[in-house]
């Protein structure tokens, strides 16, 4: 018997298979590519050759597409992927005190004190510590963002970069490029930078305390990891999973909703990947909040509603 | 016991008084030197988020007292001189850095009103025993820096020595006489810290003066110049340096003394959004720079913006006088 | 005369019926919206505050719809909203939009006479006699007042709701009821009638929501679209809530009590100990209150570049640090996504939860953990 956790960021859309014992058993990493909808259906399509529709027990989503998701698959447990890294680290080890993540587009920080969460940050305006940065300069620098991490580890005399933004940070690269450093150590450099916008910004006024767990796209990148270790002065673990820990999360929060009160769960099924799913938008014009309501068809049948702040269209032929 | 002063924010307007002050208190005092690098990262790491820099730099200015001295002075101004207010985030300075915590060290809270002499010499007096020292010296000196104060003459006592203390209190270039006639002239203007904070504005004035530009600060403009140009505002303003920035932008563009405008802001100052919008609705196509200082300003953005400035102003001088000079421009206009 | 006025909050309601009762001509601005907010941002100075870009907005479609002259309170020194006036005048002028200027002052700044004074001028077109005229401004008084209290109601009582939303549903028709009320007298009984039928409804009072208390910068707090209607996402959230600083609050202690100042300044509060502009005292007052009377957390709304909110939020820094009072200080500006705001008051709130269950654990009480130290009544 399996639970299903499905997280949908803004630049991967993962999801694990995990069984009554809370160990995962399948795990999937697509893009998103801007297609939350597509990723979504790709993902059960995938999954559904390897398990059967009655095996799932529940689902649950989480992610800044979290909404959507559970729309589509039919989720148990709707849950912020700050609840769902911290559970899930701490069904990893019990004795995890923070957690460091770096997605996509945001980062957070959690504290955890005896397994629950006890404080929280998240990035605020800049992207400088994110995934999408390395992404860019990996792009720019024409290399893959997995080379990035090795190349780091490599550098013998890492440059400094001017890391608080993003965009300063990138032009203080190209400038480092035109004084002829070599690429290595711009890229250990701009790791490093990563790490201390990181510390500074995100988890500004935190008190970080061992077991440090590093999890998010970014952890398989063996630079910042050791960079992290460098600055912290004490080993960061980065689990196995750490691509999919959110969706890990997600699972075990599903599994929790459900065995409580011995719920059914919700799930559509694995077929939903062969339905045609289209989201349509408009903007009502009923009352003075004129929200852009955005509703999810499959066929001609609403799987869910969006943004209606008066909740009126949410039950439409459901 | 051992007394630290910040030397950031207004310290340099009013720096000949608190060094009479602390001098004639005979107290260990201890000043936290001009800012640095180390500084500015202390407090970048120790301060609010939303804070503007200047205050992120203050605050570096005290985590480093801090770790040196018994008491930090971090004074709670409420109204200057004239009456005026200042941005709310010195009323709550003591809260802002100390963060309403019990051992933060922080001393000389008490509100003080620069226009009114009794309040202030109360507030002050009150601070005594916190100081460690007794009523009548305190008094003493207080009158002692009134005394100061009198002998002196307005310019010299208020907004004076902003551009000369960047330049380590050498040449006068703070009024317009003693510059040669030829010279490109700009109004400096801004809050006093970010003028006279020569880390965070990166040398500002000697790269003005290596671009061939003179500063002009309107320090000679008396509080009557000023107020003159307050008139057709709907309601009279109440922070200082709005009344400041906008009178001496006025005054010096009526005079024609100047050839732009330079205005330093750092990011985010919410009296200075206020400032520049008001200046920028009466000067018309003047040329105006705004400069805008926070932690992530980058050297380079800074140099390209000073240099084309200047070239700007350069050319509407020639081409009011008549002159073009490059050819390509005259190809422009045909 | 044709007289407008900003939109905070509920203020369109009471404006409008107001205004129509006096006999005097006005307009209500378009409501506050994402292109209203763009129109407004591209008109307004950098790095003016957020209330400043919306403003602009309400007043650019006043204009449109034909209105000349703008009353709007501009009170409070040395933070920004007391020069709100003069800057709006001139970025109004600038668009063309050439307005004459009612600013109401707090009676410590101008005195009465003045002020009277300045709201006779809004009153010129009437033909109602003063005695009417103060009848009808107490009459929407007393509209504040009990609307006010209705909300307040719904705050505190919306999770204990049976079905869940029911309460947040008569809240919105009433508010719905209240716009196309024909005059003042009407409107005070619709809200009585939605007190009325807000108690009948069935309620569950053995749950035990968290409460929250929202605190923060004024205008973020009364204008639902600048706080990300943040009302609706705690109900929705099932959690129960206060949230003190309205419009009646604000005429309470501007308007009506001309010592209201004097006396905020006098208020003992040993972590902000004076009064620094804007409402930053009264936010730090709220907090201390909240940390007495046992509430589960604080959330501190604000604009981006708020200034006397910034010193208030370094407080909350070291009060979260020393006191163990979990603060969750959001910023709002116009850049920010939705759902970024969500995920963090989701994340506090269950932070929150797990933590009270957790301290249930400690205290014998384990029948709602589940094997790995996380609660299982997971909503």
Redesign the interface.
């Known amino acids: 018997m399996y639970y299903l956790g499905i997280d949908v960021g803004s630049v991967s859309t993962d999801f694990v298979v995990m069984d009554d014992n809370l160990k995962i058993v399948d795990q999937l990493y697509l893009k998103t590519k801007g297609a939350p909808i597509d990723a979504v259906k790709e993902g059960l399509g995938q999954l559904s050759g390897r398990f059967r529709d009655e095996e799932i027990l529940g689902v649950g989503t989480t992610g800044s597409g979290r909404a959507l998701a559970s729309a589509i698959a039919g989720g148990d447990a709707v849950k912020n992927e700050i609840t769902a890294h911290a559970v899930a680290a701490a069904t990893l080890d019990p004795e995890i005190r923070t957690v460091l993540e770096i997605g996509g587009q945001d980062s957070k920080i959690i504290l955890l004190r005896n397994g629950v969460i006890s404080d929280f940050a998240m990035n605020t305006v800049c992207a400088a510590g994110t995934g999408s940065f390395l992404d860019r300069q990996a792009e720019r620098l024409g290399i893959s963002v997995e080379e990035l991490g090795k190349m780091a580890a490599m550098a013998e005399n890492p440059v400094s970069i001017a890391g608080r933004c993003a965009v300063f940070a990138e032009s203080d690269i190209i400038h480092k490029q035109q004084l002829g450093c070599r690429m290595d150590d711009i890229i250990a450099g701009m790791s490093k930078a990563l790490v201390r916008n990181y510390l500074s910004n995100v988890a500004k006024g935190k008190t970080i305390l061992p077991k440090i767990c590093f999890q998010g796209g970014v952890a398989a990148n063996e630079g910042i990891r050791r960079a992290f270790e460098e600055t912290l002065g004490t080993p960061v673990i980065v689990p196995e999973y750490h691509k999919v820990m959110g969706a890990f999360g997600a699972a075990i929060l599903a599994k929790e909703k459900i065995k409580k009160p011995a719920l059914k769960s919700k799930f559509r099924g694995f077929q939903t990947a062969n339905e045609p799913i289209e989201s349509r938008s408009f903007n009502c014009r009923d009352c003075d909040n004129r929200c852009q309501v955005t509703v999810l068809y499959s066929g001609d049948r609403q799987l869910g509603c969006f943004s209606d702040r008066c909740g009126k269209y949410q039950n439409n032929n459901f | 016991m051992r007394i630290g002063i910040p030397e950031a924010l207004l310290f340099r307007r009013y720096e000949p008084f608190i060094r009479k002050f602390f001098d004639n208190l005979e107290v260990d005092v201890v000043y936290s030197g001009p800012t640095n690098g180390e500084i500015m990262e202390r407090g970048i790491a120790h301060c609010v988020d939303e804070a503007c820099l200047p205050m992120k730099i203050f605050q570096g200015h005290v985590v480093k007292l801090q770790a040196e001295c018994d008491k930090v002075v971090v004074p709670r101004l409420m109204k200057c001189e004239f009456g005026d207010s200042i941005c709310p985030k010195f009323v709550g300075l003591p809260e802002l850095v100390g963060k309403g915590r019990a051992g933060s060290k922080i001393i000389f809270t008490e509100p003080l009103y620069l226009n009114d002499r009794n309040k202030l010499r109360k507030a002050v007096i009150k601070q005594s025993k916190q100081i460690g020292v007794s009523k009548a010296k305190v008094n003493d000196a207080f009158r002692a820096v009134e005394e100061f104060v009198r002998a002196r003459k307005q310019g010299e006592c208020y907004g004076a020595g902003a551009v000369s203390s960047c330049e380590g209190g050498g040449e006068n270039t703070g009024g317009i006489t003693g510059i040669h006639d030829g010279a490109i002239k700009v109004a400096l203007l801004g809050h006093p810290y970010n003028i006279s904070d020569s880390y965070a504005n990166m040398n500002l004035v000697s790269k003005l003066k290596r671009l061939g530009i003179c500063p002009v600060t309107g320090d000679e403009l008396t509080r009557e110049d000023m107020d003159e140009q307050m008139t057709g505002l709907m309601k009279a303003p109440y922070w200082r340096f709005y009344r400041e920035n906008f009178g001496k932008a006025m005054a010096l563009l009526k005079k024609g003394s100047v050839d732009g405008i330079l205005y330093v802001s750092s990011f985010c100052c919410g009296t200075d959004s206020v400032t520049i919008e008001m200046i920028r609705s009466r000067i018309g196509d003047f040329s105006m720079l705004v400069l805008k200082l926070d932690e992530h300003t980058a050297e380079a953005g800074m140099d390209t913006r000073l240099e084309a400035f200047a070239e700007l102003l350069e050319r509407r001088r020639q081409k009011s006088k008549g002159t073009v000079p490059f050819d390509f421009l005259k190809g422009e206009k045909a | 005369m044709k007289l407008t006025f900003p939109r905070f909050g509920d203020s369109n309601i009471y404006g409008r019926l107001l205004f129509r009762e006096l006999g005097v001509d006005f307009v209500v601005p378009a409501?506050n919206?994402?292109e209203g907010l763009e129109r407004g941002a591209a008109r307004a100075?950098?790095?003016?505050?957020l209330p400043f870009k919306l403003m602009i907005d309400n007043l650019l479609s006043a204009w449109e719809q034909g209105a000349d002259t703008v009353i709007m309170p501009?009170t409070m020194?040395?933070?920004?909203l007391?020069?709100y006036?003069?800057?709006l005048?001139?970025?109004m002028r600038?668009q063309g939009c050439d307005f004459r200027?009612i600013?109401l002052?707090s009676i410590s700044a101008i005195g009465v006479k003045e002020l009277v004074h300045r709201l006779a001028q809004a009153v010129e077109d009437s033909l109602c006699s003063k005695r009417q005229i103060f009848r009808v401004l107490r009459k929407t008084y007393t509209l504040i007042k009990e609307f006010e209290k209705l909300e307040a109601e719904v705050r505190r009582l919306s999770p204990y709701d049976k079905t869940a939303?029911s309460s947040k549903a008569v809240l919105?028709t009433c508010r719905?009821a209240l716009?196309q009320a024909e005059e003042l007298s009407e409107a005070i009984n619709i809200v009585r009638q939605s007190k009325k039928e807000l108690h009948s409804l069935p309620r569950d009072m053995s749950k035990r929501p968290l409460r929250l208390l929202v605190t923060g910068e004024i205008y973020t707090q009364i204008e639902a679209f600048a706080n990300h209607?943040i009302e609706?996402t705690l109900m929705d959230l099932g959690v129960s809530f206060e949230k003190n600083i309205s419009i009646g609050w604000w005429v309470r202690n501007t308007v009506l009590n001309p010592f209201g100042g004097m006396l905020a300044e006098a208020k003992k509060n040993?972590?902000?100990?004076?009064?620094?502009?804007?409402y930053?005292k009264e936010t730090?007052n709220e907090a201390l209150r909240c940390k007495k009377e046992g509430f589960d957390g604080i959330l501190q709304l604000f604009p981006?570049?708020?200034?006397?909110e910034?010193?208030a939020?370094?407080?909350f820094?070291?009060?979260a640090?020393?006191e163990g009072l979990?603060v969750l200080s959001i910023?709002y500006?116009e850049?920010?996504g939705e759902?970024?705001y969500?995920?963090?008051i989701?994340?506090?709130i269950?932070?929150l939860e797990?933590?009270r269950d957790?301290e249930n654990v400690l205290s014998g009480d384990r029948c709602r953990i589940?094997k790995?130290?996380?609660c299982?009544?997971?909503r």
């Not at chain 3, 100075?45 to 505050?49: G, L, Y």
């Not at chain 3, 040993?270 to 804007?278: A, D, F, N, V």
């Not at chain 3, 981006?304 to 006397?308: E, N």
């Open positions: 409501p919206s994402a100075p950098e790095d003016i505050c501009a020194g040395p933070c920004r007391g020069e006036g003069e800057l005048a001139v970025t600038k200027w600013l002052d939303g919105r719905r716009e209607y609706d040993p972590l902000m100990p004076h009064r620094i502009g804007g930053a730090i981006v570049g708020c200034m006397p910034i010193v939020k370094s407080v820094d070291g009060l640090k020393d979990p910023v500006d850049m920010g759902a970024g969500l995920t963090r989701e994340a506090f269950d932070m797990r933590k957790m589940g790995h130290g996380f299982c009544n997971g």
